[in-house]
C-alpha cells in the first residue's frame, strides 16, 4: 500500500502461568536496562526465581508502587493507589490515613501477584512497615504498629549490585 502509514502491531503480550494463574506480561521485550539489555520478561523472571524471598519481606504489607514505565533509567513514579483495571486475585487492604484519607493498596504475598507487580513496572518494592492482619471471613484491616524496616531491594547486575545466580547473564 503505498502512500499509506501503516502503524506496527503492539508487541504481543506474554502469558506466564504462575501457580496456577495467567500473568500477562505486556511488552516483554522491552528493555528495562539499558546498560545490560535485560528485558521486563528477564525482570519478571528473575523475581519469580528469588520469589521466596521477595517474598518474605513484603508479604502482608500493603505496598506503594514505585513504578518504571520506560526502565531502570527512565523516571519513575509512586502510584499509593491499586489500579483499578486489576485481576481478581491481585489482593488490596484500605489503609486509613491521619489526614483522614484513605486507599486502597495492592497487598502481595504469592508470586503471581509479585510478577503482576513487577509487570506494572516496580523494578524496587517498597512495602509499609505494617502488616494486614489475618482476615476473619471477608473482613479487610490493618495493624498500624510497625513490625519492622525492611529493604526488599534484591541485588541483581544491572543495578551493579552482586552476582545472582538467578538473573539470566
Request: proline fraction near 11%.
Amino acid at each position: 500500500m503505498e502512500g499509506r502509514y501503516c502503524s506496527p502491531m503492539p508487541p504481543r503480550p506474554e502469558l506466564l502461568t504462575v501457580d496456577g494463574r495467567e500473568v500477562a506480561i505486556s511488552n516483554p521485550e522491552k528493555v528495562f536496562f539499558p546498560a545490560t539489555g535485560q528485558t521486563k520478561l528477564e525482570l519478571v523472571r528473575y523475581y519469580l526465581a528469588v520469589a521466596e524471598g521477595a517474598l518474605r519481606g513484603v508479604a502482608r504489607r500493603p505496598m506503594a508502587l514505585k513504578r518504571y514505565p520506560n526502565g531502570a533509567a527512565g523516571e519513575f513514579f509512586f502510584q499509593k493507589r491499586a489500579p483499578e483495571s486489576r485481576p481478581s486475585w491481585i489482593a488490596t487492604v484500605t489503609l486509613a490515613f491521619p489526614s483522614g484519607r484513605t486507599a486502597d493498596e495492592i497487598v502481595v504475598s504469592d508470586p503471581a501477584q509479585l510478577a503482576w507487580v513487577v509487570n506494572l513496572g516496580c523494578i524496587d518494592l517498597n512495602p509499609h512497615p505494617v502488616r494486614v492482619k489475618k482476615k476473619k471471613k471477608k473482613k479487610k484491616t490493618t495493624s498500624s504498629t510497625p513490625t519492622s524496616c525492611a529493604s526488599t531491594s534484591i541485588p541483581c547486575p544491572a543495578c551493579r549490585g552482586t552476582t545472582c545466580a538467578a538473573w539470566p547473564s
